[in-house]
């Protein structure tokens, strides 16, 4: 009786580890040299923000490469794929407005997941999103204020946040209906966690350098792929 328990137990550890999901998991680089960062130069004139600044402005992060051409804030997700999102129990995610800046500028969530807006400033902001499947709204949010929880019901890439009084700031949010997607880091690595064995099509998206594709076929023990860009 004990060893056939046993057995039994030994067998569903067996099918569960066959059964098990892979990860994704890769390097973007970018080829040539991105556009030089420029000074956010409006800070200066206003008074709420250049106080924040004393030793020098910040600069724009269109493009977030390292020294070996590692290329983060490239947005990975698999496509083809819909109505599978686990939005709605998914932990929350947060964009902080610190120093009149977007912190993370580039963020990607699953519909129905809650996504918080904090002011971390001392100033009003104007949380105004700009979306092109999804009903736009318009808020102002006070320094110090409560924080803004939005939830997106479609799925779009890079849906746009913005803010009315300071027009530097800037957030790009994309909405998938599933949960297979992750943004590349400082070291251009992404990981798309827990994917079921198959075939699919893997896509790589930024802002402004566009969008790459590959078909990728994922294992039981995850599949590698990196995307290299190039700028034009
Ligand atoms: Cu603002």
């Not at 000074?39 to 206003?46: H, L």
């Not at 794929?81 to 993370?104: E, R």
Request: with cysteine; proline share 7%; hydrophobic share 40%.
């Amino acid at each position: 009786m004990k060893k056939s328990v046993l057995s039994l137990t030994l067998g569903l550890f067996a099918a569960a580890q066959i059964a098990s999901a892979g990860d994704i998991t890769g390097t973007i680089t970018l080829k040539g040299t991105a556009p030089a960062a420029k000074e956010i130069t409006p800070i200066k004139d206003d008074p709420n923000c250049a106080p924040l600044y004393p030793n020098g402005l910040p600069k724009t992060k269109f493009y977030v490469v390292g020294a070996n051409g590692e290329l983060a804030d490239v947005v990975v997700s698999l496509k083809g794929i819909s109505g599978q999102s686990t939005g709605a129990s998914a932990a929350p995610v947060t964009i902080d407005q610190k120093g009149a800046l977007y912190t993370p500028q580039i963020l990607a969530i699953q519909t129905g997941q809650k996504l918080i807006v904090k002011n971390s400033d001392s100033f009003v902001h104007n949380v105004h999103t700009k979306p092109t499947a999804n009903p736009e709204s318009n808020q102002v949010q006070m320094g110090g204020g409560p924080d803004l929880t939005y939830t997106f019901d479609k799925p779009e890439p890079f849906l746009k946040f913005q803010c009315d009084v300071h027009p530097w700031m800037f957030a790009w949010v994309s909405v998938f209906d599933h949960p297979y997607f992750a943004v590349s880091g400082a070291d251009g690595k992404f990981t798309i966690k827990n994917v079921p064995p198959g075939k699919y099509t893997l896509e790589a998206a930024h802002r402004k350098l566009g969008v790459q594709t590959a078909e990728i076929e994922v294992k039981a023990d995850g599949v590698a792929q990196d995307f290299s860009f190039e700028v034009k």
